[in-house]
């Protein structure tokens, strides 16, 4: 029904910033929910932020606010992750997903996925 792709990551050094892109493709509904998520070697992947497809009403992680900031281009279909005061413990890949429950945060509350896009922050 939809289809995600991640770009934009990269090496980046502590305190500096980076913007992550996810388009969308396919047939797509107004009432879905888009969200990003990360993973770490070893570690479970977790939630990082999300909006509506409509592109209000972001909500995010208490690891990230403040820092990071979702947006969307409803014209380009595409969603935005802007990375701000990057920290080594931001390193992991990125993924964004899309699904119909309200304000999920849990991976199991997500339909789809994209293939993630590696993001390193050196100190």
């Known amino acids: 029904q939809v289809q995600l792709a991640e770009s934009g990551g990269g090496l980046v050094q502590a305190g500096g910033s980076l913007r992550l892109s996810c388009a969308a493709s396919?047939?797509?509904?107004?009432?879905?929910?888009m969200g990003w998520f990360r993973q770490a070697p070893g570690k479970e992947r977790e939630f990082v932020g999300g909006?509506?497809?409509?592109?209000?009403?972001?909500y995010y992680a208490d690891s990230v606010k403040g820092r990071f900031t979702i947006s969307r281009d409803n014209a380009k279909n595409t969603m935005y992750l802007q990375m701000n005061s990057l920290k080594p413990e931001d390193t992991a890949v990125y993924y964004c997903?899309?699904?119909?429950?309200?304000?999920?945060?849990?991976?199991?509350?997500?339909?789809?996925w994209g293939q993630g896009t590696q993001v390193t922050v050196s100190s």
């Open positions: 909006i509506r497809w409509s592109g209000t009403s972001p």
């Open positions: 396919g047939r797509t509904f107004s009432n879905y929910y």
């Open positions: 997903a899309a699904g119909l429950k309200f304000r999920p945060i849990q991976v199991k509350e997500y339909d789809y």
